[in-house]
């Protein structure tokens, strides 16, 4: 079983729609990362968050510390959304989620 | 910011050659350094840690003699793909930390194929 899980592995959206990625984990960890690959292969950090909720632009991440989940959430998705979302860990290691591919069709 | 660039973004290569991919921190000095392997549409592999000035640790099933992993400056960390073979054909993208807790730089990756 994987230290991150990420649900749903891949989602297609009509342009506009509200999305949510879900990350839950097992480990003890002092942050939660959410990462952002493109087709291209480099790897952007989105968030980092250790509790509560952040905002930027459209994007929204949330954490609950006592159920170890967390989730990103998309407003308004736009085709240029479309990449793959990475949940990733900091605990004793550094654990990544399988990630989440998300296509948002004009 | 802080940025941590990884060059080169692309190469091709013959067998039997070696590839040296640099990734250096910008604003910042990476005390840690890890070097991953993905392939397509898979997770990101660990391939070693490396501390600046020690020896690289490796994960188990990685050949330290075919990648080598210098970490010779706080800025500036080599993986080296030595007598590369098409089965090495990966992308490898470097992931840095200063020692603040839990923030996290990456390279943009380097797509690697070799003929």
């Known amino acids: 079983k994987n230290e991150v899980e990420q649900s749903p592995q891949n989602l297609t959206a009509q342009e506009g729609e509200f999305i949510t990625i879900n990350c839950s984990y097992s480990?003890?960890?002092?942050?939660l990362h959410w990462l952002q690959q493109h087709p291209g292969g480099g790897i952007v950090s989105l968030f980092m968050?250790?509790?509560g909720k952040k905002k930027h632009g459209r994007l929204i991440a949330t954490i609950n510390i006592q159920e170890k989940h967390s989730s990103l959430h998309i407003t308004a998705s736009h085709p240029r959304d479309s990449a793959v979302y990475i949940c990733?860990?900091?605990?004793?290691?550094?654990?990544f989620g399988t990630g989440t591919s998300l296509t948002v069709i004009p | 910011g802080a940025v941590v660039s990884q060059h080169p973004s692309w190469v091709i290569c013959k067998s039997g050659t070696s590839v040296k991919i640099e990734c250096r921190s910008l604003?910042?000095?990476?005390?840690?350094m890890f070097w991953y392997r993905q392939f397509p549409k898979q997770s990101l592999m660990l391939m070693a840690t490396?501390?600046?000035?020690?020896?690289?640790?490796?994960e188990q099933g990685v050949e330290k003699d075919k990648f080598l992993i210098n970490h010779a400056s706080l800025t500036l960390s080599t993986l080296t793909v030595t007598s590369a073979h098409p089965e090495d054909s990966s992308f490898y993208i470097c992931?840095?930390?200063?020692?603040?807790?839990?923030?996290?730089?990456f390279g943009a990756g380097t797509r690697l194929s070799v003929l």
């Open positions: 490396s501390n600046e000035g020690s020896k690289a640790t490796y």
């Open positions: 480990v003890g960890i002092s942050a």
């Open positions: 992931r840095a930390t200063s020692g603040e807790v839990g923030i996290q730089y």
């Open positions: 604003d910042f000095q990476a005390t840690t």
């Open positions: 990733a860990v900091t605990g004793n290691q550094f654990y």
């Open positions: 968050l250790s509790s």
